[in-house]
């Protein structure tokens, strides 16, 4: 069984920070991509920050500047930086993870339970 597990959301005032973190336990032997989505009330969920094994990373044009992921291998964890948070920031934020299974051989995804970022003064 997989599970990822997200920490690190709250409520935050207009500019403010806050860091994220996902970690990814079971039994599997390779993560490839972790990123974030999020989703506020009454959107769709959409993709915020991607990165691949290997460092690449892909940001929601709203984010751009003011996010920042990045990854510990050796931890299986992910890391979603936020900074100038603004009330359009708001949502669920949710951790997944696309790895192999002990015993797959096809990539899976998998989703964290989410954690919630509230941004208001």
């Known amino acids: 069984q997989v599970q990822l597990v997200e920490s690190g959301g709250g409520l935050v005032q207009p500019g403010g920070s806050l860091r994220l973190s996902c970690v990814a336990s079971?039994?599997?032997?390779?993560?490839?991509?972790m990123g974030w989505y999020r989703q506020a009330p009454g959107k769709e969920r959409e993709l915020v920050a991607a990165i691949t094994l290997v460092g690449s990373q892909n940001y929601a044009d709203s984010v751009k500047g003011r996010f920042t992921i990045s990854r510990d291998n050796a931890k299986n964890t992910v890391y979603l930086q936020l900074y100038s948070l603004n009330p359009e920031d708001t949502a669920v934020y949710y951790c997944y993870a696309t790895l192999y299974r002990v015993g797959a051989v096809l990539l899976e995804p998998y989703w964290g339970q989410g954690t919630q970022v509230t941004v208001s003064s």
């Open positions: 079971g039994r599997f032997f390779k993560i490839n991509t």
